[in-house]
């Protein structure tokens, strides 16, 4: 069975500072996929990035990055440089890659409170 | 483009009626999903349609249902609700190509309220 774990409920930084949102995962797929998004206040979930379990690279995106490691199963997001607009939940996810029954759902996290003070 | 819409934004209802949420995917797309995020259990899947019939449903009792309709627009019905109904739900959409990931683009939500 898929599952997702976000230890951690709440975060709360002061602005500048750097912030690392944890996600392991569990899956006996061997082709999966995994995201992060983000959730403001309004609800509306937003898609920050996507990986495939073939492809361990960390990627970087402006004050965002995200460290992939399959030997500890974990696919674990930073902001640097946080800002008061980073203020959300962050959901990790993850996919099966086949196009079997049930492929597709997203798996979620329990997802991380994030608070950025001013 | 405009993308996923749903409808309506709030949802009051009381226990024991039925509720109706839509959603309307993004065009081009003729998969769609719901979610439920409920408090302090996340978000859950709970049914996926794909051209019109529902390929795969999560761990929700079958009082939780919807359809498909030929335009690709979806709709979810709760029956006899219980106040643990209370969620947000959420519809996402995607394209379906066999040999791709499909990526999932979310709606704003219905936020349903069971009283």
């Known amino acids: 069975a898929q599952k997702v774990t976000q230890a951690q409920t709440e975060i709360s930084v002061v602005e500048k500072e750097d912030v690392t949102l944890d996600c392991v995962y569990e899956?006996?797929?061997?082709?999966?996929?995994l995201f992060w998004y983000k959730q403001p206040p309004s609800g509306e979930l937003v898609f920050l990035i996507r990986?495939?379990?073939?492809?361990?690279q960390n990627e970087i995106s402006g004050r965002y990055s995200w460290n992939f490691q399959k030997s500890t199963s974990s696919f674990n997001f930073t902001i640097t440089a946080s800002q008061v607009v980073d203020s959300a939940v962050y959901f990790c996810?993850?996919?099966?890659?086949?196009?079997?029954?049930?492929?597709?759902?997203?798996?979620f996290g329990q997802g991380t409170r994030l608070t950025i003070n001013p | 483009e405009a993308g996923v819409t749903q409808s309506p934004t709030h949802l009051i209802k009381t226990r024991g009626q039925q509720a109706t949420l839509r959603c309307s995917p993004i065009s081009g797309h003729t998969s769609v999903y719901w979610y439920q995020q409920a408090l302090g259990l996340g978000l859950q899947f709970l049914l996926w349609?794909?051209?019109?019939?529902?390929?795969n449903r999560g761990n929700f009792p079958p009082r939780f249902s919807g359809r498909q309709f030929p335009n690709y627009s979806s709709e979810l019905n709760v029956n006899a609700l219980e106040l643990e109904d209370s969620a947000l739900y959420l519809c996402?959409?995607?394209?379906?190509?066999?040999?791709?990931?499909?990526?999932?683009?979310f709606g704003p939500g219905t936020r349903l309220t069971v009283l």
């Open positions: 996402a959409s995607s394209l379906w190509e066999a040999t791709l990931y499909n990526e999932q683009f």
């Open positions: 996810a993850l996919s099966e890659a086949s196009r079997n029954q049930g492929a597709q759902k997203l798996v």
């Open positions: 899956t006996r797929d061997t082709t999966y996929y």
């Open positions: 349609y794909d051209e019109g019939e529902e390929r």
């Open positions: 990986r495939n379990s073939f492809d361990e």
